[in-house]
């Protein structure tokens, strides 16, 4: 065989196997369902693609296929509209769910098969693209080898984890690249360069030991583990670690726990890194779990939020509020042990008016019961996180302060959750004042026992049965007990309606629950008087009886992850503690929602701060209790008792102001009068303003430059690479008009009467060119345009660098903002 083609097909095969390795170590992680057979296929079609294309006749069909799929879509587009060409923003559609799956590690069957072939198809080819020219085309060690090595560095880093086969087979590809890169410099360096060509093909004798070594590793056993070599690798770990965390940001819009290497929500399961980004400073009176997402809709796999419309629905952060201050009414008839003996009596009735009306019509709770329920202040310092998200605590009090002075325009969501109009900068402060439940107090256990379902509606019958007795009898000051009275009853229906909401939205399950979750439910709550004992019965269930770890195994394909993890694993993280929790109580008939956030460590640094990092990432549950409001848990085992903040219970300690009387009377009345209309959640949140300021101008203004820029270098590029393509002679006359047209960009024109010749001359005298002058060029554009003359490759190739000294050379003659304009800008360069 000619030594040209068996190089040619020993760079190939070599080529193939590194393509190979390339897409099995992007796939293999990923849990995509292919096979490494299928893999390899995909890799030599990429490679006969290119091959194919590298051929005239090959050029000539793709280059017509393409022109002609264009003109198809302009026609169909010009003729049917844009419908026409909607299957193909399906398909889009379906390739960007697929790269936003696949990123994050959970392919599933939702995206249809045959994408997943294409998209395959597609990073095989693009991946193709630099080996097979740096390879088979045109044999470049460093371009070749070295993006390879960054591209195995990176998985790695990302997700801490590379498929061994294929790195082996990458340092077998880089071994043998470097030994043919080496006899190359070594034929250059003696000058013998024909050698090179004869024997290019030494390639050829380390292919096979290239395979059997491939075959070795593949089948060896191998320690999952890494190289046990303690004072090195804690070195090393250190240094890195220290400059990751120093100089790594994240950035999203919405904050999940996907951001923090705790997986993806929609997709929970399978084992996580823990990452110890620092993303937040706060200062704060005691630990605080800090909400940055919650979720509604249980899909069996995962989490997922419902858009809500605020116009049919009530915003939780206000009747949250209200029913802390006023739920507890509805409990009339009750007892609460505060203390040894001192007790709270929820007593009035409504065969003594006055009294009756006292009772309903107090704005605040009894003193005992609201030093259960201290405030406090936080300041809060976002650090390497650029996002949208604010984060919170559950029970806060407006308004979040010190951002609106900054221009950003917050808004709440109808769980509480609050967002900016854009991302927050770094080192941006804000202020919030919160209300602490006094979590892991009996007397807070006693208060939250007051709850139960349907006290709403008993509370209303009873003051309709009072509106009745003072239509019917004879009483005195019977006008003002009735508009008291009136008063109250509306704040209660509106209390009512919100809790029928939280009822639909938050006791919702998949059908395809199976039942021995119900049962399990119905188990650990039948005996249980309260509805905060079924809780609590189905919380220390969980954190009594599962294994806490960070690397539990993914959920079997068409298993529900509640259902796996309470049964089968038992298991698993903070994620499969929380959904198991909050399954169950709905499951109980509770409603309950899927929290994610930040828990501050268990303790402040020695600048009193604490420092909140990625590690902090947590899950966890909200339960709402009819006449309490929505209620933090923790089901997680290791961080049982985390959220317990404990308070003193005397009136001198305690006080007596209430939370919410810093903003005046009627706290409800100003948040009303500040949404606009009663009931409903705002369409603005705090003081958002919609104009646009001087720093979106100016994002917008240089985001067009950049555009404008990035499409005249594609127009640069295209025009270089049709250049190549076009016949030889073409080339040269085009080649010339953009050298005469570089030129007078610096004012060096054709004179009216003077022949190309002279101008040439003229050229020549004031420039000093290296490679060729004007006027040798002047020379071979006559002899293309008039002799017929067929240029040869070297004469293009000095032809292609000699526009190149002439750009440079005009270049550096002309004004700096005249030529960034013309050439960066205007299609000109």
């Known amino acids: 065989m000619n030594e040209k083609y068996r190089n ?38 990429a490679f006969v693609f290119y091959s194919v294309l590298n051929t005239f006749a090959g050029r000539i069909v793709f280059l017509s296929s393409a022109a002609l799929g264009i003109i198809y879509l302009a026609i169909r587009i010009a003729v049917n509209g844009i419908g026409s060409v909607m299957p193909l923003l399906s398909l889009a559609e379906e390739f960007v769910e697929l790269l936003v799956k696949v990123g994050t590690g959970y392919y599933d069957e939702t995206v249809p098969y045959y994408v997943l072939m294409y998209g395959i198809g597609l990073l095989s080819v693009i991946a193709a693209m630099p ?128 951001n923090t290497g705790f997986g993806d929500p929609s997709r929970l399961g399978g084992p996580v890194v823990p990452d110890y980004t620092p993303i937040m400073n706060v200062k704060a009176p005691a630990r605080v779990y800090l909400r940055g997402a919650v979720y509604d809709k249980y ?49 009035a009735s409504i065969e003594e008016p006055e009294q009756y009306v006292e009772y309903i019509s107090r704005k605040q709770m009894p003193d005992e019961l609201r030093m259960l329920f201290p405030e406090g202040n936080m300041s809060v310092t976002h650090l390497n996180v650029r ?83 003072l239509e019917t009898e004879d009483i005195e000051n019977a006008e003002f007990f009735r508009q008291q009275v009136i008063e109250i009853t509306d704040l209660f229906w509106q209390l009512k309606r919100h809790r029928d909401e939280v009822y639909e939205l938050y006791t919702q399950l998949p059908e395809s629950l199976p039942g021995r979750v119900y049962e399990l439910a119905y188990e650990l709550t039948s005996n249980a008087d ?66 994610e956030g930040f828990i501050m460590p268990a303790d402040t640094d ?83 303003q919609s104009d646009v300021t001087t720093g979106d101008v100016i994002l917008y203004a240089a985001a067009v430059i950049l555009a404008i820029a990035l499409v005249n270098l594609l127009f640069v590029l295209a025009r270089r690479a049709v250049l190549h393509l076009i016949a030889p002679g073409k080339t040269v006359l085009f080649l010339y008009r953009y050298v005469v ?11 009216p009467g003077e022949t190309p010749k002279n101008f040439a001359v003229r050229v020549d005298q004031r420039y000093n060119f290296v490679k060729m002058s004007m006027a040798d060029m002047t020379d071979i554009y006559y002899s293309v345009r008039y002799g017929c003359r067929v240029p040869d490759k070297k004469t293009l190739k000095d032809l292609f660098t000699f526009a190149g000294e002439v750009k440079t050379k005009t270049g550096q003659s002309m004004y700096i903002a005249a030529r960034i304009l013309r050439r960066g800008f205007l299609f000109q360069g």
């Open 387 to 469: 996002t949208k998200t604010v984060f919170t605590p559950l029970k806060i009090l407006l308004p979040i302060r010190r951002l609106s002075s900054m221009g950003y325009a917050l808004e709440e969501d109808i769980t509480g959750t609050v967002k900016a109009d854009r991302r927050l900068a770094g080192n941006t402060t804000y202020e919030i004042s919160y209300i602490q439940p006094g979590y892991g107090m009996s007397a807070l256990d006693n208060f939250f026992n007051i709850s139960r379902p349907g006290m709403y509606n008993e509370f209303i019958n009873k003051n309709l049965e009072f509106l009745n007795k």
């Open 530 to 595: 309260t509805t905060y004992e079924k809780v609590k019965s189905i919380e220390s269930f969980l954190r009594n009886n599962y294994n806490y770890t960070l690397t539990p195994g993914y959920t079997p394909e068409g298993q529900d992850f509640a259902d796996y993890f309470l049964f089968e694993s038992k298991e698993g993280y903070c994620s499969y503690y929380a959904t198991a929790m909050c399954i169950m109580t709905r499951a109980a008939g509770i409603p309950a929602r899927y929290v």
């Open 8 to 45: 040619y097909i020993t760079c190939w095969v070599i080529g193939v196997f590194y393509l190979f390795a390339v897409i099995k170590a992007a796939i293999i992680p990923m849990h995509v369902p292919v096979h490494s057979w299928q893999m390899l296929l995909f890799a030599v079609g």
């Open 131 to 258: 080996i097979y020219y740096f390879l088979v085309r045109r044999f470049r060690f460093y371009p070749l080898i070295v993006p390879g090595l960054v591209f195995f560095i990176a998985v790695w880093g990302l997700i801490r984890y590379v498929d061994k086969l294929s790195f082996f087979i990458f340092i077998i590809v880089a071994v043998i690249s470097y030994i043919r890169h080496n006899y190359l410099l070594y034929t250059i360096k003696t000058g013998d360069t024909e050698a090179f060509r004869r024997h290019a093909d030494i390639s050829a004798y380390f292919v096979p030991v290239g395979l059997v070594l491939i075959l070795i590793v593949a089948f060896i056993p191998k320690n999952p583990l890494p190289i046990q070599w303690p004072s090195m690798r804690d070195k090393i770990n250190t240094v890195y670690w220290d400059l990751y965390y120093k100089y790594s940001i994240d950035r999203y819009d919405d904050f999940s726990l996907a």
């Open 299 to 347: 899909t069996g796999v995962g989490w997922e939020k419902t858009e809500l419309d605020k116009q049919e629905y009530l915003t939780d952060r206000y009747y949250d509020h209200e029913e802390l201050k006023h739920g507890w009414k509805a409990a009339m008839g009750s007892t609460i042990n505060i203390y040894r003996d001192n007790e709270v009596y929820l007593s």
């Open 741 to 751: 047209s570089l030129l007078k960009h610096t004012g060096c024109v054709i004179m």
């Open 606 to 688: 020695n600048d009193g701060y604490y420092h909140v990092t990625n590690q902090n990432a947590h899950a966890w549950v909200e339960v709402y209790l009819e006449g309490v409001g929505w209620v933090s848990f923790e089901p997680t085992t290791p961080f049982a008792g985390a959220m317990n903040y404990y308070v003193p219970l005397s009136s001198s300690t305690g006080g007596s102001e209430d939370p919410y009387s810093r903003y005046g009377d009627s706290y409800a009345e100003q948040y009303m009068d500040f949404y606009g209309r009663e009931g409903y959640a705002p369409d603005d949140f705090y003081n958002a």
